[in-house]
């Protein structure tokens, strides 16, 4: 007679949208570095939570063009945000410091 073998425990894990290095980063006040495209053009800067899931912030396109955006944080790591001539960003936080 042959052993069939033991089965395999599943493990469910519980989702967690945010660790809590990352609540405190998300917090009213800290900047992030984030980078993206808007106008099928390439942007980065940074934004400063403001609370509520709202953020403001500047972004380059270049050097010598600053943009100023405000929107709001619709994922983990990811802002969209509008400038002022009504152009919008899908931003991801970035490592990179600029």
Same mark, same amino acid.
């Given at each position: 007679m042959?052993?069939?073998?033991?089965? =395999?425990k599943?493990?469910? *894990?519980s989702?967690?949208? @945010?660790?809590i290095?990352q609540? =405190?980063?998300?917090?009213?006040?800290?900047?992030?570095?984030?980078?993206?495209?808007g106008?099928?053009? #390439?942007v #980065? &800067?940074? *934004?400063?939570? *403001?609370?509520?899931?709202? !953020?403001?912030? #500047?972004l @380059?396109q270049?050097?010598?063009?600053?943009? @100023? !955006? !405000?929107?709001?944080?619709? &994922?983990s790591?990811?802002f969209?945000?509008?400038?002022?001539?009504?152009?919008? @960003?899908r *931003?991801?936080?970035?490592?990179?410091?600029y």
């Amino acid at each position: 007679m042959e052993e069939s073998a033991p089965a =395999k425990k599943s493990k469910k *894990l519980s989702p967690q949208p @945010y660790s809590i290095e990352q609540e =405190k980063k998300l917090q009213r006040g800290h900047w992030v570095e984030v980078a993206g495209y808007g106008d099928s053009r #390439y942007v #980065y &800067g940074q *934004l400063q939570i *403001l609370g509520e899931g709202d !953020v403001a912030g #500047y972004l @380059y396109q270049n050097a010598s063009r600053q943009i @100023y !955006v !405000v929107g709001e944080i619709v &994922g983990s790591k990811r802002f969209l945000v509008r400038d002022t001539a009504g152009v919008i @960003y899908r *931003l991801r936080e970035t490592k990179e410091k600029y």
